[in-house]
């Protein structure tokens, strides 16, 4: 068997099982790219909000905390 033969076997396998591979979807029905849901778009922005501020505060009350408790 040529060379040339040789490797073009492997490239045709590759494709052949490219091909026959199933196409499966993990979600069902419309996709949502946010696991939740925010119909009470007001509800969801106080939310957030909170969850952010309270996120960026946590350093500042820890230094505060660390700062009175060596006074």
């Known amino acids: 068997m040529s060379m ?3 490797s073009a076997a492997p490239l045709r396998q590759v494709a052949v099982r490219a091909r026959a ?3 499966r979807s993990m979600h069902g029905g419309e996709y949502k790219h946010i696991p ?3 119909d009470k ?3 969801f922005a106080a939310k957030v909000a909170s969850y952010l501020v ?3 505060s946590i350093p500042f009350i820890a230094a505060y905390y660390q700062l009175s408790k060596s006074a």
């Open 4 to 6: 040339l033969a040789r």
């Open 21 to 23: 591979a199933p196409v």
């Open 36 to 38: 939740f849901n925010y």
């Open 41 to 43: 778009k007001p509800v």
């Open 54 to 56: 309270f996120g960026f």
